[in-house]
């Protein structure tokens, strides 16, 4: 009797255990619209904005996973590692931040990519801003330099099912 009731005492303190751990994982989708705000130039004369020439906004599937004190955005395809806690007054902001550096003859050539977002990601929607500034920079064989585009678009979406 002793030795059933110590195996059902550990059972419901595994399960218990296992229960409160999943309570802090979440993964939630959402159908999100980025619409562009701001798209820059960057020529060697300086940046050069056209706020009446934007590009149309484009539909994108977004997904927030929280496991373990980790948070994940998928962007479509991409996986972004986000920050572990958001904001210390709001746990849904969300912010995360990539960059990309490639080099390449003639030169060398430098195209350095930045991109960040931050987002407010709850239940029923997710909302923000994402910005990404892509620069190329070099001697005369790269051509003309500085020169890329930097964007600003904001993101707009609702909860979805999962796909």
């Known amino acids: ?22 309570a802090s ?5 959402y159908d999100v619209t980025r619409t562009p705000t701001e798209e820059c130039d960057i020529l060697p004369q300086g940046e050069f904005c056209d706020p009446e020439g934007l590009s149309p906004p484009t539909i994108e599937t977004w997904s927030v996973e929280r496991v373990d004190g980790v ?21 849904n902001t969300v912010r995360a931040n990539k960059l990309e550096v ?11 990519i930045t991109r960040d977002f931050k987002v407010l990601a709850t239940d029923a929607d997710i909302t923000g801003e994402i910005h990404e500034k892509q620069r190329l920079v070099g001697g005369q064989d790269c051509g003309d330099t500085p020169r890329g585009l930097r964007t600003t678009a904001r993101i707009d979406g609702v909860i979805a099912e999962a796909p």
């Open 25 to 29: 994982n979440d993964f939630r989708f």
């Open 71 to 91: 948070v994940r955005v998928y962007v479509d395809e991409e996986v972004w590692v986000a920050s572990e806690n958001g904001e210390k007054d709001d746990p």
């Open 1 to 22: 009797m002793r030795v059933v009731v110590l195996r059902l005492l550990v059972l419901a303190l595994g399960l218990s255990a296992f229960g409160a751990g999943c």
């Open 102 to 112: 490639d080099t390449r003859d003639p030169g060398p050539c430098t195209n350095t």
